[in-house]
């Protein structure tokens, strides 16, 4: 009888290791898996009736080996076991739990950095859109009024365009605040792009001069976008800092790369000062590993030179 006791105590010990670990695991899948509310809610009473059955077990086990074994060498392995098995034990869970801080560490600022990086783009495009399309509307409104006398025709037409112009901003913005990108740009030239930006500026009376050079072919859309912008861009700074009158826009296709060029006639600007328009078209340049430069060289006018290096995926 005392035989199957002692034996009984010692495999009771073990079984109830065994199942707090089930019951542990199975613990921290449901939480991890985000499961069942209830067993998420039972687990850790099961967890701490376990706890009590294994401190129980372990008691009933010594005493017998003090009171009927008499045997100080068999007390002595029993209890480095336990002592052993309740390190391992407090271990695991030690790492476990320094596992799921880290890991709500890393989630917590991934959701701060995506936030952060999600209200810089809005900031960004709103910039953009904005910037350009109430430059485009200041300078037609302006015109319109000098001329709303001599020529109501061509002020009524204005008007018309500024409609115009104030409804694809409107669009734009529709589109920034909505997180949709379009793809359009992924299935037509980005010259057929560049010139309709060209025709909404050339209404307000900026000429610009837009050549192309090299084979044109349709790039992907990442790169599309970023010359898109950055001719937006350099047109509203053209006429609104600038005060220029005539633009030239250069865009040269080769084997694996694509060159921008942008001047203006404008007063030119020796002492630059960032904006978020300039701060914006860098860090899109840096972001498809390109190289952006700009300046004024002599006394007048502004430039930017702009090239990106395209792998053959890059291209379609």
């Not at 005493?63 to 029993?78: A, D, G, K, M, V």
């Not at 485009?136 to 002020?155: A, C, H, M, Y």
């Not at 920034?176 to 057929?192: C, H, Q």
């Not at 609104?240 to 005539?246: L, M, N, P, Q």
């Amino acid at each position: 009888m005392l035989y199957d006791l002692k034996y009984f105590s010692i495999v009771a010990s073990f079984l109830s290791v065994i199942r707090f670990f089930i019951i542990y695991f199975l613990y921290k899948s449901s939480f991890n898996l985000k499961k069942s509310f209830f067993f998420k809610r039972l687990t850790p009473f099961l967890l701490a009736i376990i706890a009590q059955m294994f401190v129980f077990s372990i008691f009933g086990s010594l005493t017998y080996l003090r009171i009927y074994e008499h045997s100080p060498i068999l007390y002595e392995q029993f209890c480095f076991i336990i002592i052993l098995i309740s390190f391992i034990l407090s271990f695991i869970i030690f790492k476990s739990k320094e596992r799921q801080l880290k890991l709500q560490y890393e989630l917590k600022y991934k959701e701060k950095l995506a936030i952060v990086n999600e209200r810089n783009r809005i900031s960004r495009e709103l910039h953009d859109t904005l910037g350009h399309t109430l430059t485009l509307l200041i300078t037609l409104i302006k015109s319109s009024r000098i001329n709303i006398k001599k020529d109501t025709e061509g002020t009524e037409k204005k008007l018309v365009q500024a409609a115009s112009i104030a409804s694809e901003g409107l669009k734009q913005i529709r589109t920034t605040i909505s997180g949709w990108l379009p793809d359009k740009l992924n299935s037509s030239p980005i010259t057929t792009e560049i010139n309709k930006l060209i025709e909404f500026a050339k209404d307000i009376g900026i000429e610009i001069d837009f050549s192309v050079y090299g084979e044109e072919r349709i790039v992907a859309t990442g790169y599309s976008d970023v010359l898109y912008k950055i001719c937006r861009e350099a047109i509203t700074n053209s006429l609104r800092h600038g005060k220029a009158k005539k633009v030239t826009i250069v865009l040269k296709f080769f084997q694996e790369k694509i060159q921008l060029f942008i001047t203006d006639d404008g007063i030119g600007c020796n002492n630059i000062k960032k904006g978020f328009g300039l701060i914006g078209i860098e860090e899109r340049v840096n972001d498809m590993n390109g190289t952006l430069t700009y300046g004024t060289t002599g006394d007048r006018g502004f430039n930017i030179h702009a090239k990106f290096p395209i792998s053959k995926e890059g291209f379609r």
